[in-house]
């Protein structure tokens, strides 16, 4: 069976996406993960907490934070105007934001993203009650182009988020797919705690957050070759660049790929997966990393003045993974033209580490600077 395999297969480099017509019958990958990123989550996860011991305070608590940032940003793109102060919390109001130039279509969709996140917030109050933390000082404004800027390695292409239809879903979206990730990834934290309820606040997040990005993905996949004329590229290789350095801030260069970009291999990639069409998770930590471009204290981009809560800085970003689990975690997919190419069930072998191709592929895609 290996050898047909062999002799019938192709290997892609990473996520849900292939030509038209292939893998008939079979996952993303025709051959199993061996649950590789499921593990490597469930390391992090018992990791973190055995030193830790993260409560749900401290898990939602976090959470709070994305959910400000992205109910801010989208309501004022939406509405012109900030979601109510009692749901602030007293947080200080957020550097930027104002209506943005939009369609009647994207409007709409900013209307409906910008209602479901202000209720993300609310949610977490009511179940926080008064150990809830107010939002932090946010910046809606020049941190996305701060994110943009870095990378496409340049440092002075100014970036408005309100400015039409292409730019405030690129912004947007920057924001989205990380929270679903992180909420993904505070919901197996929450699960070791035992309060269901709490998980599934957790869960529902993620699955909103996680429809809201698919969403975003479709819209700029029918615009995917459209310019971006701030940096003179498209819009696929604008999401490049994008999907890049929030892999880069994830810090599992050569380790797990999380983050994948618009188009693979030339097919469609709204949703990104895993081998078995399964969406990856984020540790609070990385999310942190990726909003605050790195910085080591959690201050910095769209955080200026940090986040509050316990969980405050982005360390640790990799816990102790076994290498074979990696390696495997990272093999490429198998990709088959033909039905009963291979048997679904067996493990291939990992040839060569497709997150560090991938990940060198996206880094350097076309741009002008």
């Not at 990123?37 to 993260?54: C, E, F, G, S, W």
């Not at 369609?103 to 409906?112: V, Y």
């Not at 880069?248 to 790929?257: A, D, I, N, V, W």
């Not at 994948?260 to 949703?271: D, F, H, T």
Request: a negative charge; glycine letters at 10%; aromatic letters at 8%.
């Amino acid at each position: 069976m290996l050898a047909a395999a062999a002799a019938l297969a192709v290997l892609a480099p990473l996520a849900g996406a292939q030509p038209p017509g292939s893998n008939p019958g079979l996952p993303p990958s025709a051959t199993a993960t061996g649950l590789a990123p499921q593990k490597i989550t469930d390391m992090a996860v018992r990791q973190l907490q055995a030193k830790n011991h993260y409560s749900d305070v401290d898990l939602l608590g976090f959470l709070i934070n994305g959910e400000c940032l992205e109910a801010t940003f989208d309501s004022y793109a939406a509405f012109g105007t900030g979601m109510d102060p009692v749901l602030f919390g007293g947080g200080p109001p957020p550097i930027g934001g104002r209506k943005a130039n939009l369609s009647p279509e994207i409007q709409a969709w900013a209307e409906e993203v910008a209602r479901d996140e202000i209720g993300h917030v609310r949610i977490i109050r009511e179940a926080l009650g008064a150990d809830a933390p107010p939002c932090p000082q946010l910046d809606i404004d020049k941190a996305f182009e701060k994110f943009f800027n870095t990378a496409f390695g340049t440092s002075n292409v100014t970036w408005d988020p309100y400015k039409n239809d292409i730019n405030f879903v690129l912004s947007m979206f920057t924001l989205e797919e990380v929270g679903a990730t992180g909420d993904q990834g505070v919901t197996i934290f929450t699960a070791t705690n035992g309060n269901l309820t709490n998980v599934a606040v957790a869960a529902g997040l993620a699955g909103s957050a996680g429809y809201q990005s698919a969403a975003d993905r479709h819209i700029l996949w029918l615009r995917r070759n459209e310019t971006v004329p701030e940096f003179n590229v498209t819009v696929t290789e604008f999401m490049d660049k994008m999907s890049a350095l929030r892999q880069f801030r994830s810090l599992y260069t050569g380790k797990l790929h999380i983050d994948q970009p618009l188009e693979m291999m030339g097919g469609i990639n709204v949703v990104p997966t895993d081998g078995n069409g399964v969406t990856l998770a984020r540790t609070p930590q990385q999310v942190l990393n990726i909003f605050v471009g790195g910085s080591a204290d959690g201050k910095g981009w769209f955080f200026p003045e940090g986040v509050n809560g316990r969980i405050k800085t982005p360390e640790p970003l990799n816990p102790d993974v076994p290498q074979e689990l990696l390696a495997l975690a990272n093999a490429p997919y198998t990709v088959v033209q033909s039905a009963g190419a291979v048997n679904p069930m067996t493990v291939a072998p990992p040839l060569f580490n497709a997150t560090e191709q991938l990940l060198s592929t996206l880094s350097s895609s076309p741009s002008s600077g």
